[in-house]
């Protein structure tokens, strides 16, 4: 199984990215807090990997952190979540987030989540909630990066999609200047990008 990765970015896309060691492409599935931390083309980058067997295929899930990957693994212990959900739930909200929903009950929130219906938001309070609180603080969480600020590195990951400066600098200000504020990184990546969608 593969564990750990270290290598050269060839290709990076919100969701994935291809990581090249030594001559070999690993395709790898990844939340948007990480993507969010993952460089540029030609960068390097270490991801903590969880492996995914199926009878059809393998699949890489990558982790700039140890705690998404643990949350990961947990997420997958709730009948009906399986690996592509789990990546799912954990790109549509803040991890700090999400561990307090769990904790303290609150389906309403975790319900907002897409993918995540009142049933199973409801077995994952009643699945988690014990081993969240024992087994997570608030402070470990914050060792992953999520604090105040980061406004360069949300700009930096609007660049890396392909947008120009000055727009990707004007959308991350102006959701860092919220007053829902402040921000972790992959939100303020996650509310510029929906500013910036085309409307339909």
Same mark, same amino acid.
């Given at each position: 199984?593969?564990?750990?990765?270290?290598?050269?970015?060839?290709?990076?896309?919100?969701?994935?990215?291809?990581?090249?060691?030594?001559?070999?492409?690993?395709?790898?599935?990844?939340? @948007?807090?990480?993507?969010?931390?993952?460089?540029? !083309?030609?960068?390097?980058?270490? @991801? $903590?990997?969880?492996?995914?067997? $199926?009878?059809?295929?393998?699949? @890489?899930?990558?982790?700039?952190?140890?705690?998404?990957?643990?949350?990961?693994?947990?997420?997958?212990?709730?009948?009906?979540?399986?690996?592509? !959900?789990? !990546?799912?739930?954990?790109?549509?909200?803040?991890?700090?987030?999400?561990?307090?929903?769990?904790?303290?009950?609150?389906?309403?929130?975790?319900?907002?989540?897409?993918?995540?219906?009142?049933?199973?938001?409801? $077995?994952?309070?009643?699945? @988690?909630?014990? +081993?969240?609180?024992?087994?997570?603080?608030?402070?470990?969480?914050?060792?992953?990066?999520?604090?105040?600020?980061?406004?360069?590195?949300?700009?930096?990951?609007?660049?890396s999609l392909g947008y120009?400066? +000055?727009?990707?600098?004007?959308?991350?200000?102006?959701?860092?200047?919220?007053?829902?504020?402040?921000?972790?990184?992959?939100?303020?990546?996650?509310?510029?990008?929906?500013? !910036?969608?085309?409307? $339909?």
């Amino acid at each position: 199984m593969i564990a750990a990765l270290t290598g050269k970015v060839i290709r990076s896309v919100p969701g994935e990215v291809v990581v090249d060691v030594g001559g070999v492409g690993y395709r790898v599935h990844t939340s @948007l807090a990480t993507f969010s931390r993952i460089p540029g !083309l030609g960068g390097e980058v270490s @991801l $903590r990997i969880s492996t995914v067997v $199926r009878e059809d295929e393998i699949s @890489l899930y990558g982790f700039a952190a140890e705690e998404e990957e643990w949350f990961f693994a947990l997420l997958q212990g709730v009948s009906g979540v399986g690996p592509k !959900l789990a !990546l799912k739930i954990l790109s549509g909200i803040e991890l700090v987030r999400l561990r307090e929903g769990i904790s303290s009950g609150d389906t309403k929130l975790l319900t907002t989540i897409s993918g995540v219906g009142k049933k199973m938001a409801e $077995r994952m309070v009643v699945e @988690l909630r014990d +081993k969240v609180g024992a087994e997570m603080s608030a402070s470990s969480l914050s060792a992953m990066g999520h604090s105040v600020g980061g406004v360069s590195e949300a700009v930096d990951a609007l660049l890396s999609l392909g947008y120009q400066q +000055k727009v990707a600098r004007q959308a991350v200000e102006t959701v860092a200047a919220s007053d829902d504020g402040p921000f972790a990184v992959e939100e303020m990546v996650r509310r510029a990008l929906k500013a !910036l969608a085309p409307k $339909r």
